[in-house]
Structures are given as structure tokens and as C-alpha cells.
């Protein structure tokens, strides 16, 4: 029963997984707040209306917090590639490793650059100047997102390299491809994967797709987060004109991309159905090739004999969205040897939460949009309520995403090259691997801890409240010229804190 806890590479999977699944409790939300702080600063710029720099400024607490945890919990998700899984970061540290550097380099330091000025540059710079920090931190959390989705796709489906051997006397030499990595025939050659085309790498079959889909995910993530907490201010009385409005930013932001999104992951699917047939195969619980392949709206996968107990299914719709014909069949599990069967339960399970959190997510948001253009919204205290507590479940749906895209592609951690047993580090023991996770879950529980209570602390507190300061000082010097050139303008308010230039 506990034969995992001395099993080296199911306790390094455990490790991995329980690090990033805490990171990515982080990114989405500064990914999808960074659009929407671009929005409020830019309302607030057109319209002069100080509403929006309070709703701004407020938010922007929330990110500073947000984007501190996501870099502490982030170093040491990327430490594991050299400690727990040596042996796949030198197979293939030339690819992998050269996305991750593109995201350090292009990405990070162009969004923490920027972060001063948003965070502390409100009296420091104009209003233009800060409007552009707020885009720049945004689109270096784009980036992000770009280079590590892109990191994660080749995996998926890797292009764009070609694999050389190296001999005990460092002479090198092309293997013949495909290649799998088998270290019972190696021969004292060291393998290595190589980039042969730095863009082709960068845009592998699944790239574009998948950093669209994750984006609009965290998109999603970020309007559910604040129509949480405004909805919560409203039905409890408070802030009650800036609650509104940014609801309603957050509302419309929220149900186009939820809109969006089923149409982004039926190109994603029609991609894995080319490209990885037995991960799809894995997530419809498809065991057997027939014509007419159902689609499963819920079930319970049983792998031992083959079928999903208690399901409901819709006779060739599978094939129809593969295909476009009812009646071609798509390919089942029985095709694919079973050593390579993706963990069927847990890839079928997480995968359908997905899909049916992102109707709920269009459900929910298009009925609010309604009420909302009824005039009625804001006095129906349940539906409010519902989106209070509806808060966790796109982070749910993040996750069980990722859960299924990484479970399904198992037992490879290359896909097609590279086997997950064959990657980790053969140096490392499970005694070490065991004790660092559990020293990672005390660490990790006790920055959530702090994380939550800090947020609470700030959410409580709300908003400052908005003081209209008239500005009558006129700029006589070159001192004052330059004073009056860093306010927001003439006539400006100042929110109640605010340092009086």
C-alpha cells in the first residue's frame, strides 16, 4: 500500500506536482488581473472619473501580493529539472532550457522592471507614464505565460530539433530518428536533443493553441476573483459605486473569454487527437475503436474492465468533432499498447470537471450580463452571493486542466521520446526526495497561510475612500513645472492616504 513512499520517481512526480500546483495558485490571477488593471486605468485616464483610480489602486494591492508569492513559490518548481530529474534536463536542457531563459529574460525582468512604478509611482510619474508600466507588467506576464506554455508544449509534441550522440570521448554524432530513449541501449553514448530551429521549436504543433487556452484561463480566473469580492462589498453595502462598476467590467471581461474558451479547447483537442490519440482516447474514456464514438458527459472510467460504469453518452459525437462524420470511428485505447495507457481515471475524471466548470462559467455570467442589462443585477442578492462563493472553482478548473493535460500524457515525459522512469535523477534517493516533500508542504502551507490572511486583511480594509482636493497651485518655476507635470492631472482628487505633492 505505501510502496510509493521508496518508489524515487513516483515521489519526484509528487514532489513536481504538489510545487507547481501551489505556484499556479498565483500566475493566473496576476496574468488575468494585469488585463483587467488595464482596462480600469485606462477608464480612468478617458474618463477622468475617480472611481477608477480607486478601483485601480485597490486592485493593484491585490497584485503586488499575488505576484510576490508567485515568484517565492516559482524558483523552486524550477530547481526540481537539475535535482529530481537530471537525467531529462541534460537529454534535453538545449530545447528546454533555452524557453526557460527566453522567459527570464524577456518576460521577467520586463514585468518586475515595471512593477515599482505601478505599484509605488501614482505621485512619482504622470498618468501616461503609469498607464504604460500597468501595459508593460501586463504583457511581461503575458510572456511568461508564453515561454513556459511554450516549454511544456514541446513536450507535448517536441519539433524543431534533431538528437546527437556523444561518445566517452566527446566526439558527437547524429542518432538515427525517431528516436526513444532507452538507457539499456545506449552503449556508453550519451544522447542529447538539439535545436535545429529555434522557431519551429517555438511554434510546435501545440503551442499557439495551448498559451491561448491557458491565457484566457487565467483571463476567466481573474474576473471570477473580482466579482467575488465586489460582489461581497455590495450585497454587504460598501463601496458601492466602485463595487458596481467593476463588477460590470469584470462581468462582460469574464463571459466573452468564458464564450471564447469552448472553441479554443476543441482546437486544443482536435491537436492532442492528432498529435497524442491515446491521451484523448484516456480522456473520453474511449477503451474500444468503433464507429460512431460516443461522447461521455460523465461516467466512471473502469479500466479493469474496460468501459465507463454509470455513463451518459452521446452515440458519435466524439467523431463528429474529431472527423466531422458521425460514423468514423476515433481511435481507442485498444490501439496503443498498454504500457502506454495515460492514467485513464484520473485523465477522464479532471479532464470532464474542466469542461463542464467552463459551461458553468458561461452559464452563470451570461445570466448575469441579463440581469445586468434588466437593471436588476445588483439587487439580486442571491445570484451575488453565488458568485462570492463561486470563486474557487476557475481555480479548480485551472487546475484539473493542467491535471489532465500532464496526467494524459503519461507514461512519457517527452512525448513519443522519453519515458517518465527514465528521466529522473539516478543519484538522488528516496529518502531525500521524501523528507524535501514534506519540508516543502510545511513551507508552502505556511505561505498560503500568510498569503490568505494578508489577502483577507486587505480585502476587509477595501478600497480607500475618495477625497476630492481641488488643485489651485499654478507652476510659476522650473520646480513647479515639473511638480505639476507628475500629477494626474488638473483638478485631480486624491484618495484619502495620498502624500499631497
Known amino acids: 500500500m505505501f510502496e510509493w513512499l521508496t518508489d524515487v520517481v513516483m515521489l519526484s512526480r509528487i514532489q513536481f506536482a504538489l510545487t507547481i500546483m501551489f505556484h499556479y ?27 477608477y483610480e480607486q478601483m485601480t489602486k485597490f486592485w493593484v494591492k491585490i497584485f503586488a501580493l499575488t505576484f510576490g508569492l508567485g515568484v517565492a513559490s516559482g524558483i523552486v518548481m524550477e530547481f526540481q529539472f537539475g535535482t529530481n530529474w537530471a537525467t531529462y534536463s541534460r537529454f534535453v536542457g538545449d530545447v528546454f532550457g533555452s524557453a526557460l531563459a527566453a522567459e527570464g529574460i524577456f518576460a521577467f525582468f520586463l514585468e518586475s522592471g515595471f512593477l515599482a512604478i505601478l505599484v509605488f509611482g501614482w505621485n512619482k510619474v504622470g498618468p501616461k507614464m503609469h498607464f504604460f508600466s500597468t501595459i508593460m507588467v501586463f504583457l511581461g506576464s503575458i510572456f511568461s505565460a508564453v515561454w513556459i506554455v511554450v516549454a511544456n508544449s514541446w513536450m507535448q509534441t517536441p519539433a524543431g530539433f534533431h538528437i546527437m550522440g556523444y561518445d ?35 511554434l510546435n504543433p501545440s503551442s499557439v493553441v495551448r498559451i491561448l487556452h491557458t491565457v484566457v484561463g487565467c483571463f476567466v480566473l481573474a474576473s471570477f476573483v473580482v466579482m467575488s469580492v465586489c460582489g461581497y462589498y455590495i450585497v454587504k453595502g460598501r463601496h458601492l459605486e466602485m463595487s458596481k462598476r467593476c463588477f460590470a467590467i469584470a462581468l462582460a471581461f469574464g463571459a466573452f473569454w468564458s464564450v471564447v474558451q469552448p472553441f479554443l479547447g476543441h482546437l486544443s483537442a482536435e491537436i492532442v487527437a492528432e498529435h497524442q490519440p491515446a491521451k484523448l482516447a484516456a480522456f473520453e474514456g474511449l ?6 464514438s460516443p461522447l461521455y ?7 479493469a474492465e474496460e468501459r465507463v460504469d454509470f455513463g451518459v453518452k452521446i452515440p458519435g459525437m466524439l467523431s463528429f468533432l474529431v472527423h466531422g462524420s458521425f460514423q468514423e470511428p476515433v481511435a481507442g485505447l485498444d490501439q496503443f499498447p498498454q504500457e502506454d495507457w495515460p492514467p485513464v481515471f484520473i485523465s477522464f475524471t479532471s479532464y470532464h470537471i474542466m469542461v463542464g466548470l467552463g459551461m458553468y462559467f458561461i452559464g452563470i455570467t451570461l445570466l448575469a450580463l441579463y440581469l ?57 534517493g528516496p529518502e531525500a526526495v521524501l523528507g524535501s516533500l514534506v519540508l516543502f508542504m510545511l513551507i508552502y502551507a505556511l505561505l498560503f497561510f500568510m498569503y490568505v490572511y494578508l489577502l483577507d486583511r486587505k480585502i476587509r480594509s477595501g478600497p480607500e475612500d475618495f477625497v476630492h482636493t481641488p488643485v489651485s497651485k499654478t507652476p510659476k518655476g522650473p520646480e513647479d513645472v515639473v511638480e505639476a507635470a507628475t500629477r494626474r492631472g ?6 484619502a492616504g495620498d502624500k499631497e505633492e
Open 25 to 51: 495558485l498565483f500566475p493566473p490571477l496576476t496574468i488575468g488581473l494585469g488585463a483587467l488593471l488595464v482596462i480600469m486605468e485606462g477608464m480612468y485616464l478617458k474618463t477622468g472619473n475617480p472611481v
Open 168 to 202: 566517452e570521448a566527446g566526439n558527437s554524432f547524429p542518432l538515427e530518428m525517431p528516436f526513444v530513449y532507452d538507457p539499456g541501449a545506449l552503449d556508453g553514448v550519451m544522447p542529447r536533443a538539439e535545436i535545429t530551429s529555434f522557431w519551429e521549436m517555438v
Open 297 to 303: 458527459l460523465f461516467g466512471i472510467p473502469n479500466t
Open 372 to 428: 445586468l442589462w434588466r437593471g436588476t443585477l445588483f439587487e439580486t442578492k442571491w445570484l451575488l452571493w453565488v458568485f462570492v462563493f463561486s470563486v474557487l472553482l476557475p481555480y479548480l478548473a485551472n487546475h484539473t486542466g493542467w491535471i489532465a493535460a500532464e496526467v494524459g500524457r503519461q507514461p512519457w515525459l517527452v512525448y513519443g521520446i522519453l519515458r517518465t522512469e527514465h528521466g529522473f535523477s539516478k543519484a538522488v
Open 287 to 292: 477503451y474500444q475503436t468503433e464507429e460512431y
Open 490 to 495: 488638473p483638478g485631480r482628487g486624491h484618495l
